[in-house]
């Protein structure tokens, strides 16, 4: 890497530490809980695997989202990984009361409102929140997790795509 294109992150550079960030491809995440008895989602692709003993993830909303009280609160929410296939849903559940008008939502246990036919699922009891500047650490503890077959739904560099294997 050529050290010309080295800055110092701050208020001045700020798109360009996002556009860093977005060198680097993640899935994408919505994550559901409830939230004075009404269902709430959030886009997410600040997900990570933490432990397998405990079975522990981590993702973190952002303080500045109209979101961010309801999940700052949780004590149980789920995350659901989008396949390749389900871009649509990221239209749905980014406007505030369109997401959940789809066939095969239920609750589980908790009251955490379930997406049908996502490509994994972690249903989680929040196990520790931790200060991330701008936005929220949140590490849950796993109770159930699913998973099926089929590619993910990737995001990179501002775009959302689909995973092409090297041959």
Wanted: glycine share 8%; net charge neutral; with cysteine.
């Amino acid at each position: 890497m050529d050290a010309d294109h080295s800055f110092v992150p701050g208020p001045a550079t700020a798109r360009r530490f996002r556009d860093a960030l977005g060198g680097f491809a993640t899935g994408v995440t919505i994550v559901t809980t409830r939230f004075d008895g009404q269902p709430v989602a959030i886009i997410a692709n600040s997900f990570a695997s933490v432990s397998l003993d405990p079975p522990l993830i981590l993702w973190s909303p952002a303080r500045s989202s109209r979101r961010f009280a309801a999940f700052e609160r949780a004590e149980h929410f789920a995350v659901h990984v989008l396949g390749a296939d389900q871009s649509d849903l990221l239209a749905r559940f980014a406007r505030p009361d369109t997401g959940f008008d789809l066939p095969g939502i239920v609750d589980n246990p908790q009251a955490v409102p379930l997406l049908p036919a996502c490509l994994a699922r972690f249903e989680c009891r929040t196990h520790a929140r931790h200060d991330g500047g701008d936005h929220l650490i949140l590490i849950g503890q796993v109770l159930r997790a699913t998973h099926g077959a089929g590619d993910p739904l990737i995001f990179s560099a501002g775009r959302y795509g689909r995973f092409q294997p090297q041959s």
